[in-house]
Nanobody
Framework: QVDLLESGGGSVQPGGSLRLSCTAS????????MAWYRQAAGERRGLVAI???????EYGDDVKGRFTISRDNAKNMVFLQMNSLRPEDAAVYSC??????????????WGQGTQVTVSS
């Protein structure tokens, strides 16, 4: 079992910044990808950013140029630096990690979600 623990959400004014962190714990041997998704009230969950095992990156169109995903492989952590936040960025942000455990089993885990509020 791989658990994810997120932190860094909160409330910020438009134009402000926040940094989200997610730590994966468990007997992890390989990680295929680490990603952030978000879901606003009444909307579907959508991809914010993803970093794959080959270091390729992908961002949602709405966040390109403002958000940056990064990771610390040694600590099984992924970060999301969010700059120039807009009210429409407000959502619950969830971490998603997929890979393989020491048992050989594949896993795909989700964090509990962290709320980001952007308002003046």
């Amino acid at each position: 079992q791989v658990d994810l623990l997120e932190s860094g959400g909160g409330s910020v004014q438009p134009g402000g910044s926040l940094r989200l962190s997610c730590t994966a714990s468990g007997r992890i041997t390989n990680i295929d990808h680490m990603a952030w998704y978000r879901q606003a009230a009444g909307e579907r969950r959508g991809l914010v950013a993803i970093v794959r095992a080959d270091d390729s990156l992908e961002y949602g169109d709405d966040v390109k140029g403002r958000f940056t995903i990064s990771r610390d492989n040694a600590k099984n952590m992924v970060f999301l630096q969010m700059n120039s936040l807009r009210p429409e960025d407000a959502a619950v942000y969830s971490c998603n990690v997929r890979g393989r455990e020491a048992s050989g089993s594949f896993f795909a885990s989700w964090g509990q979600g962290t709320q980001v509020t952007v308002s003046s």
